[in-house]
């Protein structure tokens, strides 16, 4: 069963706009969020994570918010750029268990157009 | 600087034949995880170890996977009598020490069994 949802397989954006890129999950006991970039052949690499004692984090162009009530959490890129363009995971970890192995979605292609 | 490396990058196994993937870590980084990435999926937890202890084997999908850590720096995960369910990409993260979250990936080794 999926703990981790991202609903949305793709999501192609103008260069310059907003990206946004959505995340569901189910499990109450996840208290620590992250997204993860994946280019073609290549592990993927961290972007940006957010605690559950917080709702915002924001690095540069990326910005996370969390909204605990409703298990949804959201990446925001802005401005977007054509090296954005990869593959966006979303992953989760219940910290307070003592488990730090992290829990994926299953992916949202972002294809920023130039 | 020197990320996580994984070996080799592709392995074809005959089904039945047993294969070894290898993967070094970054220097330093007590916590060593591997996970499984299916086709079209988010990467799931196989194993984990903090130093040469394996503290969380859950994720082994069966007896036939075995991950080891000797001397708490490479790893090598194990699979025997590969089945053709066996096929996807085998990704190794590590990260600093057990209370920091954020993982390196490496770029994993794709495993096809035909």
């Known amino acids: 069963d999926q703990q981790v949802k991202q609903n949305s397989p793709s999501l192609s954006v103008q260069e310059g706009r907003i990206s946004i890129l959505n995340c569901d999950y189910t499990?109450?006991?996840?208290?620590?969020f992250l997204w993860y970039k994946k280019y073609p052949a290549e592990g993927p690499t961290f972007l940006i994570s957010?605690?559950?004692?917080?709702d915002k984090n924001e690095d540069g162009r990326f910005t996370v918010f969390l909204n605990k009530s409703a298990k949804h959490l959201s990446l925001h890129i802005v401005p977007s750029q054509p090296g954005d363009s990869a593959v966006y995971f979303c992953?989760?970890?219940?910290?307070?268990?003592?488990?730090?192995?992290?829990?994926f979605g299953t992916g949202t292609r972002l294809t920023v157009i130039p | 600087g020197a990320g996580v490396s994984q070996s080799p990058r592709y392995k074809v196994a005959k089904r039945g034949q047993d294969v070894a993937l290898r993967c070094d870590p970054i220097?330093?980084?007590?916590?060593l995880f591997w996970y499984q990435q299916a086709l079209g999926q988010g990467p799931e937890f196989l194993t984990y170890?903090?130093?040469?202890?394996?503290?969380?084997k859950s994720g082994l999908p069966s007896d036939r996977f075995f991950a080891e850590r000797p001397e708490g720096s490479v790893s090598t995960l194990k699979i025997q009598r590969t089945q053709q369910e066996d096929s996807a990409v085998y990704l190794c993260?590590?990260?600093?020490?057990?209370?920091?979250?954020?993982?390196?990936f490496g770029p994993g080794t794709r495993l096809t069994v035909t």
């Open positions: 220097s330093g980084h007590v916590s």
């Open positions: 170890f903090q130093n040469e202890a394996q503290l969380d």
């Open positions: 993260a590590s990260s600093l020490d057990p209370i920091s979250y954020e993982q390196y």
């Open positions: 499990n109450s006991m996840f208290d620590y």
């Open positions: 992953a989760a970890s219940a910290t307070s268990t003592g488990a730090n192995n992290l829990f």
């Open positions: 957010i605690s559950s004692i917080k």
